[in-house]
């Protein structure tokens, strides 16, 4: 059974830094890409970045393009979402998925190519 589990969410002020991570246990974590979502309140689930299984390619978000950066480490089964000047605008709860398809040669943005999901981490940036 494949089992996400996301930690490093919190409070931040506006222009702070956080880290999130996400380690996975069962099924052949390097064979799949990996990736963030992240949903506010009365707002649908939206991509914030994605790695491929390899790690040579990645993708993010608009509204988070140059801010934002995934990383993963097959080594130790966890990927990484590093976030910089933090805006109260990315307030949500932040979900690690893994893709459905196996080796996947693309970073796939949509949430239903993505079939096992993490509990999710709330970051609250305040103004």
């Known amino acids: ?16 830094s ?7 246990s069962g099924g052949a974590f390097s064979c799949y ?20 299984w390899s790690g040579g390619s990645t993708a993010v978000g608009d509204s988070v393009k140059g801010r934002f950066t995934i990383s993963r480490d097959n080594a ?4 990484a979402l590093q976030m910089n000047s933090l805006k109260p605008e ?3 709860l932040y979900y690690c998925a893994r893709d459905s398809h196996w080796q996947r040669s693309y970073v796939d943005v949509t949430t239903r ?7 999710g981490t709330q970051v609250t940036v305040s103004s």
Not at 76 to 79: A, L, W
């Open 33 to 52: 890409g990996m990736g963030w979502f992240r949903q506010a309140p009365g707002k649908e689930r939206e991509f914030v970045a994605g790695i491929t």
């Open 113 to 119: 190519k993505y079939n096992y999901w993490g509990q």
């Open 90 to 92: 990315d307030t949500a």
């Open 1 to 16: 059974q494949v089992q996400l589990v996301e930690s490093g969410g919190g409070l931040v002020q506006a222009g702070g």
């Open 18 to 24: 956080l880290t999130l991570s996400c380690a996975v």
């Open 76 to 79: 130790k089964n966890m990927v």
